[in-house]
T-cell receptor
Framework: NAGVTQTPKFRVLKTGQSMTLLCAQDMNHEYMYWYRQDPGMGLRLIHYSVGEGTTAKGEVPDGYNVSRLKKQNFLLGLESAAPSQTSVYFC?????????????FGSGTQLSVL | DQQVKQNSPSLSVQEGRISILNCDYTNSMFDYFLWYKKYPAEGPTFLISISSIKDKNEDGRFTVFLNKSAKHLSLHIVPSQPGDSAVYFCAASDKGGSEKLVFGKGTKLTVNP
């Protein structure tokens, strides 16, 4: 059972380039999330989805777009990368079956924008 | 405006002693609190949680205490082991927006042998 899988694990971009981060989960979870982690800033929510075909903005959505075309996949896109988007990105998922249900995280994508 | 605050960026303790990690929150609508542990180059993993209707939850060496009147929770690790060295994040879930978790900035725990 793979859980939450993120690809790629590392990526270096030049300013202005675009890329897509892929998150896949095999736990049949309804909810999926994209977080970024920066030194001294903790985990900040970028976008999330409560079901296939739905997305919503989180705390820091600017410069990112997302899509949830299939229940098991959640894509995070950067249309024009900026150095401020250098960060570690984590995808997470969970079931909404009860209150306070825990998130399962992927192992992260280290992105550097030069 | 930070709703979940972990005011200690780091904590160092000796092996075998107690580690106490603290977390404060401002939102009265939070009704579930979770602690996550993160090792370098890995994703966070769930450690323990507590509902706002309880004041204590215990799981092995880990105990979380909740003081609702003070809007404060703490994670106790007894006894601390070198393998507990990691970053610990406090997180909270809002009654009105239960699909989202709000995280604190984390506390780096170092357990010295």
């Amino acid at each position: 059972n793979a859980g939450v899988t993120q690809t790629p694990k590392f990526r270096v971009l030049k300013t202005g380039q675009s890329m897509t981060l892929l998150c896949a989960q095999d736990m049949n979870h309804e909810y999926m999330y994209w977080y970024r982690q920066d030194p001294g800033m903790g985990l900040r929510l970028i976008h999330y989805s409560v079901g296939e075909g739905t997305t919503a903005k989180g705390e820091v959505p600017d410069g990112y777009n997302v899509s949830r075309l299939k229940k098991q996949n959640f894509l995070l896109g950067l249309e024009s990368a900026a150095p401020s988007q250098t960060s570690v990105y984590f995808c997470a998922s969970r079931t909404p079956t009860r209150r306070g249900e825990k998130l399962f995280f992927g192992s992260g994508t280290q992105l550097s924008v030069l | 405006d930070q709703q979940v605050k972990q005011n200690s960026p780091s904590l160092s303790v000796q092996e075998g002693r107690i580690s106490i990690l603290n977390c404060d929150y401002t939102n009265s609508m939070f009704d579930y609190f979770l602690w996550y542990k993160k090792y370098p180059a890995e994703g966070p993993t769930f450690l323990i949680s507590i509902s706002s209707i309880k004041d204590k939850n215990e799981d092995g060496r880990f105990t979380v205490f909740l003081n609702k009147s003070a809007k404060h929770l703490s994670l106790h690790i007894v006894p601390s082991q070198p393998g507990d060295s990691a970053v610990y994040f406090c997180a909270a879930s809002d009654k009105g927006g239960s699909e989202k978790l709000v995280f604190g900035k984390g506390t780096k725990l170092t357990v010295n042998p």
